[in-house]
């Protein structure tokens, strides 16, 4: 039977939605619901639930704000569709880009000139085409700088259309990306650029007059007057994103900034063979034109909206981003002077000033402290925020709550934002609140509180004796402190042998509620890593218990993928003593080849050799066990990770120089390898064997061999030795007569 159709918001009266976006929106409704009410943590460990009842966003509400924002759905264009011959031919281009087809990188030029010909008047078409934007994203990576600006002309008018288009968004979003570098290009060897260049470019008709900063100015304007409604777009507000951070001059793939520009879903659309721009990775040299641009987009984009308008942004997953990328652009490009003009977006989120318990600015961040969503807000708050700001919303509203927002799942992230903000004296109150909650937050799981407090407590000279009394009293047994409960790992399968000595069946795997889930099992041992950093009580912690785990235990630790790295920082950390080392290591003696060969172990055994510096025959050791097991490790690519690290090849055919540079680099004469103690031996036998053949009579079983170099330099120095004795022995009977 069909439905009846339905009409959904003020700017969808007298039009006709496409059944398939209508379909997609409200799967993306369902999506998120189901979000919220089944997902538990995010990418950062986050459980998604809403802690304290906060002012939802209505749309209907963004609705009456944006009206005008957006042009009416009629206006929309129909750029068309790629015939079946076209798309045939534009698919078999993408999989030969994807692939890297190619013989060299000529012969890759000459096919993107072709297809970019073949390509030309239907980029439109292309970009909004669900199995050929693809291809166009490789195409923009691929383009020379002429080549892009050929595609922002054949953008220019649409892009508002493009950016809230689910696929040519992705294309507006690369577009900007690879740019962005061209901008910093051109602004630096503008200056330098002599007269030869500039009449080799005046003679190419095909590049474009104008610099790239130009395109981007021109997109700036085309898109004014719909920021608002862009800010929140499903897939405009990602595009937004990205042309704030490049108007900034900010690193294009800094960790801060792709978690604002990308979505955990976004598909990576790379092409095998293209090298990596480190420009991308570093502050990029933007002109004058785009500070002033950003700044007009700031006010833009908060034109209109009061306090209450802008606050409901801060709960929704698409404003929510926008707004802190907003906020700390604001106050890290503008300077602090510019959180106290009325227009600001600081100003206009918190207008009390100052603030007080019982103002509207209080009740919102003890809100968005507990929300999934607005609490990031409140984090980049924290970071950025002036210092006199800070110093008030510390006073009035964090400084007593910190002990409770440290034991809740959400606000715990704020939290560690704030320790990482106070001072010495401010950071030695706020350790005397927490450090005997210590217990308690551990078996919450709160490890990232703590080991920003140890972090932080490093940094600014804090004693850290008293983190470590209440760690140790969390998993304190008669035996000693439990590493394993720490670590999160169970005893070894084969450390469990039956009175009779004989190993019993390894037990069944444990089952999802008795196994600690892995991001758990992480965020665990990155505390223990932490600790083994700090020296003194806490280092020695860790140290200690693990030198007492018995030989299976610590082989299977070696074994996990998590907890191996724990034991790699125990074996290389300044704070290891030579006897922990040394303890730990000859645990694995007899196991050495099998775990070079376990994927997760190999790293373990690479850090052996940093670790025992100092203990030459320690390495001599585990080089033997190694060379007894060459052709597996040969057969294996973590063997022969091991094998190469370890310099194998040196020791077997060299082994006097792989001795040499041990001992070298180790900082250790004082230590004699195993090799020079056998050939010591081997040397004490022959002579034996000599002296015994000489007392007989005889000339012994090699009187008529070749005698080696080391037997000939051997009696050169006996001979050098007995002429200088003499020599002495002659002067003084001179001195005598």
Same mark, same amino acid.
């Given at each position: ?155 220019? %008018?649409?892009?508002?259309? /493009? $950016? *809230?288009? =689910? @696929? +040519? !968004? #992705?294309?507006?979003?690369? &577009? ?48 004014? %007057?719909?920021?608002?409604? /862009? $800010? *929140?777009? =499903? @897939? +405009? !507000? #990602?595009?937004?994103?990205? &042309? ?53 987009? /700031? ?439």
């Amino acid at each position: 039977m069909p439905k009846e159709n339905k009409k959904r918001g003020r700017r969808m009266e007298g039009t006709k939605r496409k059944h398939e976006e209508a379909d997609d929106e409200q799967a993306f409704a369902q999506d998120i619901k189901r979000q919220k009410s089944t997902d538990h943590v995010d990418d950062d460990g986050r459980p998604i639930e809403n802690g304290l009842d906060h002012v939802p966003f209505k749309q209907d509400d963004a609705d009456e704000n944006m009206d005008g924002a957006y042009p009416p759905m009629e206006d929309k264009p129909f750029f068309g569709m790629l015939d079946e011959e076209e798309q045939e031919y534009f698919k078999h281009a993408d999989e030969m880009l994807e692939t890297n087809s190619f013989d060299d990188a000529e012969q890759r030029q000459l096919f993107l000139a072709n297809v970019w010909r073949e390509a030309d008047g239907k980029e439109l078409k292309i970009a909004n085409s669900q199995s050929c934007s693809r291809l166009m994203e490789r195409l923009i990576q691929l383009s020379t700088p002429a080549q892009l600006k050929g595609l922002f002309q054949k953008f220019y %008018g649409n892009f508002v259309h /493009l $950016m *809230t288009h =689910r @696929f +040519a !968004s #992705h294309c507006c979003e690369a &577009l900007f990306t690879h740019s962005a570098p061209v901008v910093t290009t051109e602004l630096l060897s503008r200056s330098k650029k002599s007269k030869k260049d500039s009449d080799e470019a005046d003679g190419d008709s095909k590049e474009p007059e104008q610099p790239m900063e130009q395109y981007f100015l021109d997109t700036m304007t085309e898109i004014e %007057g719909s920021i608002g409604f /862009l $800010m *929140t777009d =499903r @897939f +405009a !507000s #990602h595009v937004l994103r990205v &042309l704030l951070i490049v108007l900034s001059g900010e690193p294009l793939e800094s960790s801060a900034n792709k978690q604002l520009m990308q979505s955990k879903k976004k598909e990576s659309i790379k092409v095998d063979g293209k090298e990596k721009s480190e420009e991308k990775k570093n502050n990029r040299t933007v002109p004058e034109s785009f500070s002033k641009a950003l700044e007009k987009l /700031l006010s833009e984009s908060i034109a209109g909206l009061d306090t209450e308008k802008l606050r409901a942004l801060a709960t929704t997953p698409n404003g929510n981003p926008t707004l802190q990328l907003l906020l700390r652009l604001e106050l890290s490009h503008f300077g602090k002077q510019r959180a106290k003009e009325e227009s600001s977006v600081i100003r206009t989120l918190l207008p009390d000033d100052p603030i007080t318990e019982d103002c509207g600015s209080a009740a919102f961040i003890n809100a968005m402290i507990y929300d999934a969503t607005g609490s990031r807000l409140i984090e980049t708050l924290v970071e950025s925020a002036p210092a006199k700001l800070f110093k008030n919303i510390y006073t009035t509203i964090f400084k007593e709550r910190l002990p409770s927002y440290a034991r809740n799942d959400i606000a715990s992230f704020v939290a560690c934002r704030i320790l990482e903000r106070l001072g010495k004296d401010e950071l030695f109150a706020a350790h005397e609140l927490i450090v005997p909650k210590i217990p308690s937050l551990l078996e919450r799981n709160r490890t990232n509180i703590v080991r920003t407090l140890i972090e932080r407590c490093t940094v600014r000279g804090i004693d850290t004796k008293a983190i470590a009394v209440n760690v140790q009293a969390t998993w304190d047994t008669p035996d000693g402190f439990e590493i394993k409960k720490l670590l999160k790992i169970d005893s070894a399968p084969d450390s469990q042998q039956t009175s009779d000595n004989t190993t019993t069946q390894p037990p069944s795997k444990p089952t999802p509620s008795q196994a600690a889930p892995e991001p758990t099992k992480t965020h665990f041992n990155l505390l223990a890593q932490a600790m083994l950093l700090v020296p003194g009580a806490l280092s020695a912690l860790v140290l200690d218990s693990l030198t007492l785990l018995d030989g299976p235990t610590l082989v299977h630790t070696a074994k996990d993928p998590i907890a191996s790295r724990t034991l790699q920082h125990a074996l290389t950390t300044p704070n290891a003593s030579i006897i922990a080392v040394r303890k730990l290591v000859q645990r694995f003696y007899g196991r050495v080849a099998e775990l070079a060969l376990d994927k997760a172990a190999s790293h373990v055994i690479d850090c052996v050799w940093a670790g025992t510096h100092g203990l030459a025959f320690i390495r001599e050791r585990i080089a033997e066990e190694l060379a007894e097991e060459e052709a597996a490790l040969r057969e294996s690519v973590c063997g022969r990770a091991v094998w190469r690290n370890w310099k194998m090849d040196v020791y077997k055919r060299r082994r006097a120089e792989w001795v040499h540079m041990s001992r070298v680099k180790a900082s250790n004469d004082g230590f004699q390898s195993f090799s020079e103690l056998e050939d010591a031996k081997r040397r004490g036998r022959r002579e034996e064997e000599r002296e015994r053949n000489a007392g007989e009579g005889k000339d012994g079983a090699g009187a008529g061999r070749k005698k080696s170099a080391l037997e000939l330099a051997r009696e050169r120095h006996v001979r050098n030795k007995a002429a200088r004795a003499k020599k002495v022995a002659g002067a003084g009977g001179g001195e005598k007569a």
